[in-house]
């Protein structure tokens, strides 16, 4: 190895390594695109459009709006639902349907969302909840409906009142007095 090449190789190595340099600096003083996770947790933000987990909201009454009619089961391409219900009579004599078990397994979900939008009563969505792993794949089967809980109730509908009833008819205006005068027979 000669002296020239000897000296060309450093210059060629101080020329790429001022390249990156260059680079690393450059980059180090843009706005930063990446996040810390998990130590933004706390701050970490979403689109709300993010599907993560499914649930069924409830209310401070621990109830829910499912109705157990099964459509967001018919509509999962791959059984990630299983709804279980049984048949009750209320009050009134009327036999309903109602949920006893709403099941979903995350582990086979696509979140595809088509449940969510096949059910008529808003009783599903999906959450941000997006820290799901566990090492025991039994806890990927969720069961949505809480212990205890029931469906809403739509509130009564208030009795109809009472048509009013019709105003007394108005007397007939008396026929202005005419002036004419029936012509006596002559
Ligand atoms: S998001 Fe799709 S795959 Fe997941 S439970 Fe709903 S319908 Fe099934
Ligand atoms: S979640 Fe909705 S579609 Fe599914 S069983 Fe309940 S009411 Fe029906």
């Excluded at 099964?70 to 349907?97: F, H, W, Y």
């Excluded at 941000?128 to 109730?153: H, I, R, T, Y």
Aim: one cysteine or more; proline letters at 6%; aromatic letters at 6%.
């Amino acid at each position: 190895m000669n002296n020239k090449s000897y000296l060309g190789g450093i210059i060629e190595a101080v020329k790429s390594l001022s390249i990156g340099m260059k680079t690393s600096l450059k980059v180090f003083f843009e706005k930063h695109e990446t996040e810390q996770y998990p130590e933004n947790r706390s701050t970490l933000h979403f689109s709300d459009r993010n599907r993560f987990c499914l649930e069924m909201p409830h209310n401070d009454k621990n109830e829910h709006k499912c109705i157990a009619c099964g459509l967001c089961q018919m509509a999962c391409p791959n059984d990630s639902i299983t709804v279980t219900s049984e048949m009750v009579t209320t009050e009134d004599g009327k036999k309903k349907r109602q949920l006893v078990k709403y099941e979903y397994n995350i582990g086979q979900c696509m979140f595809c969302n088509l449940c969510v939008q096949a059910c008529p009563h808003g009783a599903i969505r999906f959450n941000q909840e997006f820290e799901n792993a566990v090492f025991d794949k039994n806890k990927l089967l969720m069961q949505l409906n809480q212990p205890g809980s029931k469906v809403e109730e739509k509130p009564k509908p208030a009795p109809a009142a009472k048509p009013a009833a019709p105003a007394a008819a108005a007397p007939k205006a008396e026929a202005p007095a005419t002036t004419e005068t029936t012509k006596k027979e002559e």
